[in-house]
């Protein structure tokens, strides 16, 4: 397996090449050359995996397609290391549970759990595997990384609960000083590990943003100190949420021939882009939704082809922050596979012309009907009203708190839901990352998992510094030696 740019640059890569990477050199994306294929009879011997070996195995079997340059036993190793049940509270890993729901007569919504894992967040679905393939490969290659980044809140907490302790990997993690809920502050900040650097920074989200870019922009400084990134448009994060749409794929059916619908709440594409792979690979999925909030980028592509990134000033601050984004990191991806992987196009797209006019329209090119009719996608919005109702009306009938975001992704999907197909909605995060949402809507406090009783009063191990480029570098400078 290779993988290729987005942007048609020549290089042909390998997956461990990529893995520690971002961006391709001319500013694309990574993808495969093609999506392996999985035959009748594969997918049969997958739920055949699933059910008598459990999740870890077969993340191992959707992996080993992709990966080629970690021996096989090493990488099921990794995968079994991942995905146990001490990290991710139960055996199924991903259970699915049915929701009595206000869906067409006949039609079942699923909720398909994500977020049991260490941050009770979907992230770490991914995050948790990509923090012990760093892991094996820095040390296969005798090599350090220093993993330098921005948070609002659950990415930088994912990266750093995935990477602590781990050898050969340093994190270093800005977050707006006195920004994040109180839950997610003690989450990051009560970290002790030695290699895990929690920087708070007297500024909003942005000033966190604007100080990793200057720092990427140093290429003396980055490479010296050997800086990276875990942001999501790692391929390795993408494919390892592939293997939560077979699971549930498997979980919900019976058999190979039914088919299910999934609802993704969604910001920067990511997820929902993993369940686009899936559907590429053969996985009978009818429909992929994509669930925005109040931020609906991406719900206005759908419908219209115009795909208009935001400024800053028009992005909205919602209750289901994590979907607050003003361009979607990973649609390039959708985007190559929609115009038929025409690579010079996407170049001019998303190099020359979101550049130069801040938006592309292809709601009059005949490809993009293909959107809806070859690749399944439909999509929706919620607003703070929506999500309100949405977390009221499914605790009345369940007595079952869902988050916000998860919130959004049922909102947009018990509407579409129909008799004979399956609808799982992705569970991106627990309440009682959200509270304050929660409390607002039930007027309760969400229930909290007891390893996470009391935190607040954790010690914490935390540097607060003014938004200056320099003092950060000279900060990562000083502890990378
Ligand atoms: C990151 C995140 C999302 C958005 O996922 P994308 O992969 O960026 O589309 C949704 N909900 C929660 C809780 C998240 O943390």
Redesign the pocket.
Known sequence: MRYLSTRGHADRKRFCEILLEGLAPDGGLYLPEAYPQISAAQLGHLRQVLNTQGYAALAYEVLSLYIDDIPAKDLRALCEKTYTEASFGTPEIVPIKALKTKAALGAVVYLEAL?NGPTL???DMAMQLLGNLFEYELTRRNAELNIFGATS???GSAAEYAMRGKKGVRVFMTSPEGRMSPFQQAQMFSLLDANIHNIAIQGVFDDCQDIVKAVSNDLEFKRKYKIGTVN?INWARLLAQVVYYFAGYFQATQNDTQKVSFS??????????AGHVARMMGLPIEHLIVATNENDVLDEFFRTGVYRVRGSADTHETS?P??D?SK?S?FERFVFDLLNRDAARVKHLFHDQLNQTGQFDLGQDPLFAKAKTQFGFLSGKSTHADRLQTIQTIYADNHIMV?T?TADGLKVAVPLAKPGVPMLVLE??LPI?FAATLVEALGREPDRPAKFEGIEALPKRVLVMSKSVDAVKAYIAKHCD
């Open positions: 977020s967040a979907f992230k809140g659950d990415t999501s993704v709440p969604s910001g920067n594409f990511g997820n929902v882009c289901s994590s979907m984004i979607a990973n988050d975001h991106t995060a990352k």
